[in-house]
């Protein structure tokens, strides 16, 4: 069956990096598209971008234009995420979920999510 | 960049009633719309695919429809398991994602 399991929480200060692992099972990694969508405390979702398990094309918000890296290890069924130059308003949970496939922009599995809490 | 639009921002229902939520684009998404469902502390599910679809074991209360810029969700009998925030979510031909505000829909 397929399974999105992400990294445990993280505690970063103001300033430092993130990274944040998806790892996936049940499916054939490389033919499916990753996205990544946040969701600060209380407030709604918010889309990242994503990374195509098959080949080098990513995409990201205008809004993290230069702070956010997406990168993976195909032989792990892996994705990443890393975002610098961390704030506070970066505090959030960070979820990985699948695209159900191209020209549909369905996310059927999503990770668990994971916290990150920057402190200034 | 398109906005997407969620109403009402929070309800609340009996058990059994029909809860309604639209969701208004800033222009013509065609059937680009997508329907979730997120409980506290959990993952969101996706529920409605291309407006009016119903994704796989989804029950049958749940129901989408819409096209252009106007698009409506609606649960046709509440059940307290339906308790969550739900979001409207707008896909492009980039894979460009926007989501709607979320309506959180609690039992009266």
């Known amino acids: 069956q397929v399974q999105v399991v992400q990294s445990g929480a993280e505690v970063k200060k103001a300033g430092a990096s993130v990274k944040v692992s998806c790892k996936a099972s049940g499916y054939r990694f490389t033919g499916y598209v990753v996205h990544w969508v946040r969701q600060a405390p209380g407030q709604g979702l918010e889309w990242m971008g994503w990374i195509n398990g098959g080949n080098d094309n990513t995409k990201y918000s205008q809004k993290f234009q230069g702070r956010l890296t997406f990168t993976k290890d195909t032989s792990a069924s892996t994705a990443y995420m890393e975002l610098s130059s961390l704030r506070s308003e970066d505090t959030a949970v960070y979820y990985c979920a699948r695209l159900f496939k191209l020209q549909d922009g369905r996310l059927d599995y999503w990770g668990q999510g994971t916290l990150v809490t920057v402190s200034s | 960049d398109i906005q997407m639009t969620q109403s009402p921002s929070s309800l609340s229902a009996s058990v059994g009633d029909r809860v309604t939520i639209t969701c208004q684009a800033s222009?013509?998404?065609?059937?680009?719309l997508n329907w979730y469902q997120q409980k506290p502390g959990k993952a969101p599910k996706v529920l409605i695919y291309?407006?009016?679809n119903l994704q796989t074991g989804v029950p049958s209360r749940f129901s989408g429809s819409g096209s252009g810029r106007d698009f409506t969700f609606t649960i046709s009998s509440l059940q307290p398991e339906d308790i969550a925030t739900y979001y409207c979510?707008?896909?492009?031909?980039?894979?460009?994602?926007?989501f709607g505000g979320g309506t959180k829909v609690e039992i009266k």
């Open positions: 222009q013509d998404i065609s059937n680009y």
């Open positions: 291309d407006a009016s």
């Open positions: 979510q707008h896909y492009d031909d980039l894979l460009h994602l926007t």
